[in-house]
């Protein structure tokens, strides 16, 4: 795995598949997924030119952070945040892509407050109404956007999502459609404290199709460093 060329590689494919949608390169964000890499395999990506890093779980990111891992990049958090876990990571982050409930989008508020800091959020949509997936249904939406102008410690961004994992390419773009509906007709609501600036989907396997449909933010993984090996108890 050569990282480096991974990097620019996926650049390349990103910027043509802006291009091909008609939209400018710039304006596509690539958030290196980072999970369970190493703060050298991170520095790397970084050195070629990723943006943006996104961790999965607190103490890997506290862990990495304290290495520096983040230098010269930015880091997202984008993994299931277990309330218990939200100091770790509020501040930290500028954005926390992951909010899948009311209480932890209240909580995440608190936090705010007490450091005097705005967090920057996106809410996770289930937009393939799966019930194993954590995330909003896109009905449970209006009224949990309504509850964010009472919260002057969070400030939504956008939306993001992890569609249902797929047998063959091309199945997930229903899913990228209905995302990219929605966060138009979010918009056109204007609710206070909640601004459609980013729309997060595609992973390795489809940020090319997620692009298509109208991504600006993709959190690609695996394409940059490699399969990542589970240890077999966490299977
Ligand atoms: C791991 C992960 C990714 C990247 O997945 P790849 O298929 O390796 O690109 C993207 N988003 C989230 C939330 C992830 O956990």
Redesign the pocket.
């Known amino acids: 795995m050569n990282i480096t060329e991974n990097v620019l590689s996926i650049k390349s494919k990103i910027a043509e598949a802006a291009r091909t949608a008609g939209r400018s390169p710039e304006d596509i964000t690539l958030v290196a997924?980072t999970?369970m890499n190493g703060a050298e395999a991170v520095r790397q990506a970084i050195l070629a030119g990723v943006p943006v890093c996104?961790e999965?779980r607190a103490q890997e990111l506290t862990e990495k952070y304290a290495q520096g891992a983040y230098e010269g990049a930015g880091v997202h958090f984008?993994?299931h945040l277990q309330k218990n876990k939200a100091r770790q990571v509020v501040g930290v982050c500028s954005l926390i892509q992951?909010v899948d409930s009311v209480g932890l989008l209240a909580h995440i508020d608190k936090l705010a407050r007490e450091l005097g800091i705005i967090q920057d959020v996106l809410l996770e949509v289930n937009v393939g109404g799966e019930e194993t997936k954590y995330g909003f249904s896109p009905e449970q939406l209006p009224p949990v956007l309504e509850q964010v102008s009472n919260m002057s410690g969070v400030r939504v961004r956008g939306l993001m999502t992890?569609p249902p994992i797929s047998d063959y390419k091309g199945r997930n773009r229903v899913c990228f459609a209905r995302m990219y509906q929605l966060f138009i007709d979010i918009s056109a609501k204007k609710y206070d404290n909640v601004y459609m600036n980013f729309l997060s989907m595609g992973?390795?396997?489809d940020f090319e199709d997620a692009i298509a449909e109208g991504s600006n933010m993709v959190?690609?993984?695996?394409?940059i460093f490699g399969p990542?090996i589970y240890p077999a108890a966490d299977k």
């Open positions: 997924a999970k996104g999965n984008i993994g992951s992890i992973m390795s396997g959190r690609v993984g695996s394409a990542r």
